[in-house]
């Protein structure tokens, strides 16, 4: 086989592989980033709040809650992101133990002990945005993308 043909070949080889092995994954975008930074910072801000009552911050909640679906819809119409998406899923599911589910027994028992919402915020609710952060920051950026073959 000649070179010029293994040139052509093992790209498309590794393309077709790819695609069949999963998901692939879109570039970086920084609306998404931003989104993702600014609404952990909301979340676990507003999470120190839950040895309050919740009747107090329905309001605050609700709307937290419209932009955190706003994300995840957000993620789920890109193209090629479903790995995204899935985390803002899961992340804010009620049934779930991360955002939507901490907001949900925060209603459910009108105040929570501040040792639980510390564990919650440090050992689940961060570490899941920051793992979404981490994702959509580990992407290629849209300049540094080339063409297979090129």
């Known amino acids: 086989m ?20 999963g ?19 909301e979340t676990v801000t507003l999470m120190d709040k839950a040895t ?8 605050q909640v609700e709307m937290l809650t419209v932009n955190l679906k706003k994300a995840y819809e ?24 991360l955002a939507g589910g901490f907001f949900k ?5 009108q105040t929570l002990n501040k040792i639980f919402i510390d564990e919650a915020r440090r050992g689940l609710i961060a570490p899941a945005f920051d ?4 994702l959509e920051a580990g992407k290629i950026k849209p300049e ?7």
């Open 144 to 150: 540094q993308a080339k063409i297979v073959g090129e």
């Open 23 to 41: 998901p692939s994954i879109s570039l970086f975008n920084e609306r998404a980033y931003n989104l993702a930074t600014s609404l952990k910072v």
């Open 74 to 97: 957000y993620a789920a119409g890109r193209a090629d992101n479903e790995l995204s998406a899935e985390q803002w899923r899961i992340l804010i599911d009620p049934e779930k133990n």
């Open 52 to 59: 309050e009552p919740f009747d107090k911050y329905a309001e």
């Open 131 to 134: 793992l979404i952060i981490g």
């Open 105 to 109: 027994r925060w209603q459910e028992q």
């Open 2 to 21: 000649k070179i010029r043909t293994l040139n052509v070949l093992v790209p498309l080889m590794l393309y077709v592989f790819q695609q069949g092995c």
